[in-house]
């Protein structure tokens, strides 16, 4: 288990295919396409900024302490394990006195580029994003002026935050998941 700082940026309303097409473009490796889920629980109801998240990517299974420390490029804090199953974990924390607020799902493909992260995210509700995370701030910024892309285009807003610009509370949203 490690605890670290997340470097990440976020280009809003992009169109999925043609980001794909300039993330290829650009020399970006596609990794794979998923549905994630994940279930969000409070550690201290009337503490915002500070989370739970177990999410399954689909390849492997997190649990994770999420800390918003500011809404800089830095301003989020991780602290992160691999888990083995989903479902049992889910249990474990509803043992040990967690519920959770929220279960959320979303589509992500992911790429990467000189060893960036990118995330196209979709989300129910609100326009796709691309999501830029390095090692470092550098790292981030270099990424996304290959991408054409410049500071100004750019946040570093959480998902809630995100959700919010649409008018849209995520935190009172229990289920969160595409019409099927």
């Keep these: 288990m490690t605890a670290q700082t997340e470097f990440e940026v976020k280009a809003l309303e992009i169109n999925p295919a043609d980001t794909a097409t300039l993330i290829a473009e650009a020399g970006g490796v596609h990794v794979a396409d998923r549905t994630m889920r ?7 109801p009337g503490e915002p900024g500070r989370w739970i998240r177990l999410r399954d990517t689909g390849s492997e299974v997190t649990l994770c302490v999420k800390e918003i420390t500011s809404t800089a490029v ?4 991780e602290t992160e394990v691999v888990v083995s199953d989903f479902d049992t974990t889910h249990a474990l924390l509803g043992h040990l006195g967690f519920t959770a607020k929220a279960y959320q799902e979303n589509l992500r493909s992911s790429w ?6 990118l995330e196209i995210d979709s989300w129910p509700l609100i326009p ?3 999501e830029i995370e390095g090692d470092d701030a550098e790292q981030v910024w270099q990424a ?6 410049t500071r100004a285009e750019l946040t570093s807003e ?4 995100v959700y919010a610009r649409y008018g849209i509370d995520l935190e009172t949203i229990p289920d969160l998941r595409f019409l099927t």
């Design 112 to 117: 990467l580029l000189d060893g960036v992260r």
């Design 128 to 130: 796709p994003y691309l």
């Design 74 to 77: 830095d301003g989020t804090r």
């Design 38 to 44: 994940r279930y969000v629980y409070d550690i201290a």
């Design 158 to 161: 959480n998902t809630t935050a």
């Design 144 to 149: 996304a002026k290959r991408l054409g892309l």
